[in-house]
C-alpha cells in the first residue's frame, strides 16, 4: 500500500518505497 513515502489505503497489493 506504499507509493514512494505515500501512503496509500487503495492499494494493498504494492509494497515499494516502504
Known amino acids: 500500500p506504499y ?3 505515500v501512503f ?3 492499494d ?3 509494497n515499494a518505497g516502504v
Request: net charge neutral.
Open 3 to 5: 507509493i514512494g513515502n
Open 8 to 10: 496509500l489505503l487503495v
Open 12 to 14: 494493498t497489493s504494492n
